[in-house]
C-alpha cells in the first residue's frame, strides 16, 4: 500500500502563487516569472524540495491528485529545478500518460506513424530511466512491430504489464528522479559546480504540448545573442513537420536563409512574438534568456527559458551591454563575471564548437591553446622557432637551461611537476599554453617519442595541441577561438579598479613581461626575479667564469661585464613602467643552476672557460649540494659572496639615475630573498645604502630607494617585528613559504599531490590555493608583528598565490596592500578583487 504524505505537495504556478527559487528551485521560479511576462507558459505545477525529499525517503503524495491538475488525457513531463541552474539534475521525462487508449486516440486523428512513434518514445525512455531496465533492449527505431515488441519486452522483465495509469507513470518517475539527485555520483558531480552538500532538488510538472495537427507543429529554441562571441544574433534551431511537406521532420533555420526554410518565412508573426518574448525576458528577468518553445497546430507557446548558455567571452560583453543599458548595475556586471573565466579571453582558446582527440592529461599549469609539432630539447625549440616553425617543447621537467627553448616554443607540455614547478611559473609568465604532471605521457627520452595510454606512438615534429585550459593534450591541430581584449573586457575591468581595495602588481622580469603587465594595468612590478636575466647565451658565459673564480678578484673582473647588462635591463624596466614602482629580487637560486648538469656540457664549458675538464667537473661537483633549496642561495650568496649582490646595486642605482633623467622618477624597490635572521638583513643595507651613497656621489644625482625583504622562511614570518624594523616593505613569497611550512618540495609534489586531494589529506593542492590554516596563520603573524613595529611598512605577496581569487580574499581580509601575480592573472586578480569589495 503507498504511504501518503500530508503536507502541501505541490503548488500550481500561476502568476500570485508562493514560488521561491530556495524551496521550489529555479525552473519553477523562472517559469512563474514568464507567466507574470504574459508568456504562454502551459500548466505547470512546482513539487517543493521537502517534497522530492520525502519522495526519497518513500512517502510519495497523491499523484492523483497532481494528475487531476491537468486536463483530462492530458500527457505531462517532468523537469529538474535545483537552486542553481548550473547544479544539473535528474534528465526530463516527458510524455507521461502515454498509454495504449492515448495510442489509440492519436492513430485516429494523426496516424499509426506518429502514434507509435510518441508511445515507443515513452516506453523506451520509462524503461530506461524510471525502471532502469536494460538499455540494449529499448533502442530500436519506431515502428508498430518495435512498439508491440519494446512492451513484451518490458512485459517479460518487469513481470508485468507496461503501467497504462498515469498517476502511477508520474509516481514511479517522481520516485526515480528524487532517487537519481540523491546519488552519490550526482552529488560529486554537482559540489564539483559549487552546491552546497545540502543542496536540493524540486521538480515541475508541466502539461505537454502535441506538436501534431494540420498546421506548423514543433519544437525549438530561440536566444537574441550569439553564445560564444556574445554578439546580437538571432540564434537557435526548430524542429517540426513543415506543413507545405508532412512526410518527415525537418530542421528550420530561425531566420531566413537561402540553404533551407526558415521559421522566420514559415511563421512571420510567431517569428516576430519570440523575439519580442526575449527582448522582455531580458528587460525582466535582467539577463539574456534562451527560449524554449513548442508549436502545437501554429499556436506558439512558451516551455522554458534557461540563462543562454555562453563563453566567458559572451558572459563578459553580457554583462557589460545589460550595465550599459541600466538593465542591472555595474556592480552587479562585475559579481556576474567569473573571474578565473577572464584568463580564458586573454589566450587563444580550442573551439569548443570542434571535435577534440584528447591523448593525454595532466595539470592545466597555465591556459590558452596552442598547436605546434614536438620538439624534446631546447636547443630543437630554437632550431624550429628560426625556421618559423611553431613548436611544442616537451620534456620530463624544465631547467632554468630550458628558458630559451621556452620562449621559442608556442607551448609547454612536462611530464612531472605541480603548478609551481620551474615549467608552471615560467610558463605563466609569458603567457605560453603549459601542462605539468602528466604522467600518461609515456615520454621515452631515449627512443624520443611518446607512447599514449592507448597505445599511440607520437614523436619528434608530429603535430599536437596543448590545452592548457583544461590540461589536455589533443592530437593534431584544432579550431582556435581568439584572444578578446576587446572594448567590453576593458570595461569591465575599469568597473572594478574602481570599486577594489587592495592593489594588483604583476611579476616580471623580462621586458616582454612588464610590456604584457602594463597592457593588463598592473599596477607596478611586485616581483622582477633577476636570476632569469643570466641566462642569455652570452650573460650565461659570463656568469660561469663568475662561478669559477678563484678570488674576489677574478669574480669581480666578471661582475663588471655583467653590470653594463644589468643595468641596461634595469633602464628598459624602468623605461617601461614610466614611474610606477619596480621591485627587483635580488639574485636567489643557488649558483648550480647555472652549470650544466652533463658530460657533454661539462667538456663545452672546459673549452669555453679554457679549464681542464677535470677542473670544471670538481667544480660542479663542489657545488652540488643535498637539498639545494635549503642550501647556499638567496639572502646566503648574497652575505657570502658580497660580489654579487654589489653588482646588482650598482646596476639598480644607476639605471635609477640614467631613467630619472630621460622620464618619471623612479624610486627602486629592492627585495632580499631567502631572509631568516635579521642580521643578513642588515648586512645587505649597510652594503646597499654605501653603494647608493657612491652612486650619488658619483652622479651627482640625489635619489631614493626603498629596501624590503622577502618573507619566504617560517622564522622570518615569526620575527617579522625584528626585521620589520629595518626595511620599508615585506612581500610574503607563498611559493617558499608553502613548501617551507609543509617541508614539501614544491618540485616534486606534483607526483603525489593529485592522490593527496582524492583522499582529501589536503582539501587543495597548497602551491595553487594559499592553505589559509597553516601558512596563512604565519602570513597572519608576519603582518602583525611587522605592523607592531613600522606601522606603515607596506606588505604583500608575490608568490603564485597572488592571482588565485581566494587567496586574493584572505589578503584583502588581513589587510594586505596589494598582491602580485603572473601578468596574464593581473585581470583574474583585478577583477577577484572588486568582487570581495562588493
Ligand atoms: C616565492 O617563493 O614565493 C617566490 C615568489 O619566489 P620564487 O618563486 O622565485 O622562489
Ligand atoms: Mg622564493
Known sequence: MQKHTDFTPFTEITPSA?????????????????????????????????????????????????????????????RPSPADPDWGGPGTVLNVGMNAERHDAI??????????????????????????????????????????????????????????DTARQLAEVLR?????????????????????????????????VQCLGPGLSGQGTIQLIEGVTGAPQVTGRFRGLNPANRKAEETFYLVKDKRGNSLEEAAPEVFATLQDHCRRCRVKLREEMQIEFALENGALRVIDAIRVPCSSRAAVRTAVTLAQEDIISRDE??????????????????????????????????????????????????????????????????????????????????????ITSHAAVIARGLGLPCIVGASDLGLDTRDRRITTKDGRVFGEGDMITIDGTNGEVLAGTTEMLEPALDEWFRTLLHWADNVRDIGVRANADTPDEARTARMFEAEGI???????????????????????????????????????????????????????????????????EFLPQDREGMRELAEALDRPLSEVTRRVEALSEFNPMLGLRGVRIGVTVPEIYEMQARAIFEATVEASRRGAAVVPEVMIPLVSAKREVEIVKTQFDAVAAAV???????????????????????????????????????????????????????????????????????????????????????????????????????????????????????????????????????????????
Not at 117 to 122: K, Q, V
Not at 381 to 406: F, K, W, Y
Not at 527 to 548: G, K, N, Q, S
Not at 744 to 759: E, I, P, T
Open 18 to 78: 508562493q514560488v521561491d527559487a530556495a524551496r521550489h528551485g529555479w525552473r519553477a521560479k523562472c517559469l512563474q516569472r514568464l507567466i507574470r511576462l504574459d508568456l504562454p507558459v502551459p500548466k505547470s505545477v512546482a513539487l517543493p524540495c521537502d517534497t522530492v525529499r520525502a519522495i526519497a525517503a518513500g512517502q510519495m503524495p497523491d499523484t492523483r491528485r497532481i494528475v487531476a491538475s491537468f486536463d483530462a488525457g492530458a500527457l505531462i513531463s517532468i
Open 107 to 164: 492513430r485516429e486523428k494523426h496516424g499509426q506513424a506518429l502514434a507509435d512513434a510518441l508511445y515507443l518514445g515513452f516506453v523506451q525512455s520509462y524503461a530506461i530511466h524510471v525502471a532502469r531496465l536494460d538499455p540494449d533492449m529499448f533502442t530500436a527505431e519506431p515502428s508498430e512491430s518495435a512498439l508491440a515488441a519494446a512492451l513484451a519486452a518490458y512485459d517479460a522483465e518487469m513481470e508485468e504489464e507496461f503501467p497504462q
Open 333 to 418: 556586471a562585475i559579481l556576474r563575471v567569473e573571474p578565473r573565466a577572464l584568463s580564458e579571453l586573454l589566450h587563444y582558446q580550442v573551439d569548443p564548437r570542434g571535435t577534440r582527440d584528447c591523448i593525454a592529461r595532466g595539470i592545466n599549469a597555465s591556459p590558452g591553446a596552442a598547436s605546434g609539432r614536438i620538439v624534446l630539447s631546447a636547443a630543437d625549440a630554437q632550431a624550429s622557432a628560426s625556421r618559423g616553425e611553431a613548436c611544442i617543447l616537451v620534456r620530463r621537467e624544465t631547467v632554468p637551461e630550458d628558458i630559451r627553448g621556452m620562449h621559442a616554443a608556442v607551448a609547454v607540455l612536462t611530464e612531472r611537476g605541480g
Open 696 to 838: 650619488r656621489v658619483a652622479t651627482g644625482v640625489d635619489f631614493d630607494y626603498r629596501l624590503g625583504v622577502m618573507v619566504e622562511t617560517p622564522r622570518a614570518a615569526l620575527r617579522a617585528g625584528e626585521i620589520a624594523h629595518h626595511v620599508s616593505f615585506l612581500s610574503f613569497g607563498t611559493n617558499d613559504l608553502t613548501q617551507m611550512t609543509y617541508g614539501l618540495s614544491r618540485d616534486d609534489a606534483g607526483r603525489f599531490m593529485g592522490d593527496y586531494v582524492k583522499q582529501q589529506v589536503y582539501p587543495e593542492d597548497p602551491f595553487h590555493v594559499l592553505d589559509i590554516d597553516g601558512v596563512g596563520e604565519l602570513l597572519l603573524i608576519g603582518c602583525a608583528r611587522g605592523r607592531k613595529i613600522q606601522p606603515d611598512v607596506t606588505l604583500s605577496v608575490c608568490g603564485e598565490h597572488g592571482g588565485n581569487p581566494p587567496s586574493i580574499a584572505f589578503c584583502r581580509r588581513s589587510g594586505f596592500d596589494y598582491v602580485s601575480c603572473s601578468p596574464f592573472r593581473v585581470p583574474v586578480a583585478r577583477l577577484a578583487a572588486a568582487q570581495f569589495a562588493l
Open 176 to 208: 526515480s528522479m528524487a532517487r537519481a539527485w540523491e546519488g552519490t555520483t550526482a552529488r560529486l558531480l554537482r559540489e564539483a559546480k559549487g552546491a552546497p552538500p545540502e543542496a536540493a532538488l524540486g521538480l515541475v510538472v508541466q502539461e505537454m
Open 526 to 592: 611586485g616581483l622582477c626575479r633577476t636570476e632569469h636575466m643570466f641566462f642569455d647565451e652570452d650573460r650565461l658565459t659570463v656568469m660561469r667564469e663568475m662561478i669559477f673564480a678563484n678570488s674576489a678578484k677574478d669574480r669581480k673582473v666578471a661582475l663588471d661585464r655583467l653590470l653594463p647588462m644589468q643595468r641596461a635591463d634595469f633602464i628598459t624596466l624602468f623605461d617601461i613602467m614610466a614611474g610606477l614602482p619596480v621591485c627587483i629580487r635580488l639574485f636567489d637560486p643557488p649558483l648550480h
